[in-house]
């Protein structure tokens, strides 16, 4: 059972590198990856920004995200993301 649950927490985490986590601490501007957000990884929600975050523009706002595999299932349907 402790194998499962660990399984399941190293998939969960699989989108967030460990240089990512660390900076949550960092004095840098934060943002919330709405990707991690809707699919409750609390792990990944809190994204330190700087100017290689994967950011997408959308209906006038900039929204960023803690991988580019989040970036780009945003891009595919903002919609579904953005409120």
Excluded: W
């Excluded at 660390?22 to 699919?39: D, F, G, I, M, W």
Aim: with cysteine; net charge negative.
């Amino acid at each position: 059972m402790k194998f499962v649950i660990f399984t399941l927490l190293t998939i969960a985490l699989a989108g967030c590198t460990a240089e990512q986590q660390s900076s949550v601490a960092s004095t840098q501007p934060h943002a919330e990856c709405l990707v991690c957000k809707k699919n409750v990884d609390l792990a990944c929600v809190d994204v330190a920004v700087d100017a290689n975050t994967p950011k997408v523009e959308y209906d006038g706002k900039t929204y960023y995200f803690c991988s580019d595999e989040c970036r780009d299932k945003f891009a595919k349907d903002p919609a579904k993301y953005a409120k």
